[in-house]
């Protein structure tokens, strides 16, 4: 699995367009590659499976910190190995995924699970894996949960605020909190 330090593979995925532009099939896909929004940090979060139980929890629960998440010049991917076609249904058929905020990328050759090294072995899918990558296409944290146990969004927010500091951030460290001065 990759892990900090290690540079982000190179990708190049349809995508379903986030909001309404994403419900309408005439509209609703799009190219995202690791060229898109250069210059930002990104947040690429894998899912095993479109239509499961634990999977729309942590995608309604990204989609809610959007906002935030852009608000620190970074952008949220979600990505599974679903089509575009299955991500659109799932949108269209599940009342909590309609108004997602955040693109649902499609990665249905396994190309970037089996690049980010988190394709499961014995179910073919992705883990629940999450990545910050900088603005230089670098991994700044990685971790990942087995398949049964969802995530929290709101921890990689705060580590996403420590990253951004380039300070030394203390356990449980929050945006806004003194960091750490060690003495000279």
């Not at 942590?58 to 575009?84: M, N, Q, T």
């Not at 058929?93 to 970037?112: F, Q, T, W």
């Not at 690049?115 to 899918?125: F, M, Q, R, S, Y």
Request: net charge negative; with cysteine.
């Amino acid at each position: 699995m990759l892990t900090v330090g290690d540079t982000f593979p190179s990708f190049a995925l349809k995508a379903v367009k986030p909001g309404a532009a994403g419900l309408d099939i005439k509209t609703a896909f799009t190219d995202i590659d690791a060229s898109t929004d250069a210059g930002k940090w990104k947040v690429v979060f894998f899912w095993p499976k479109d239509f499961t139980f634990v999977c729309p929890t942590e995608i309604v629960a990204f989609g809610k910190l959007a906002s935030d998440f852009a608000d620190r010049d970074a952008v949220v991917y979600g990505v599974s190995i679903d089509s575009e076609f299955v991500h659109l249904n799932w949108r269209l058929h599940h009342d909590d995924l309609r108004d997602l905020p955040i693109p649902m990328l499609a990665d249905i050759k396994r190309e970037l699970a089996s690049a980010c090294g988190v394709l499961d072995k014995n179910e073919g899918v992705a883990l629940r894996a999450t990545f910050v990558v900088d603005p230089d296409g670098i991994v700044r944290f990685a971790s990942v949960n087995d398949l049964s146990v969802g995530r929290n969004p709101a921890e990689v927010l705060r580590v996403l605020d420590a990253l951004q500091t380039d300070e030394l951030c203390p356990c449980n460290w929050n945006k806004g909190e003194d960091v750490l001065r060690p003495a000279a």
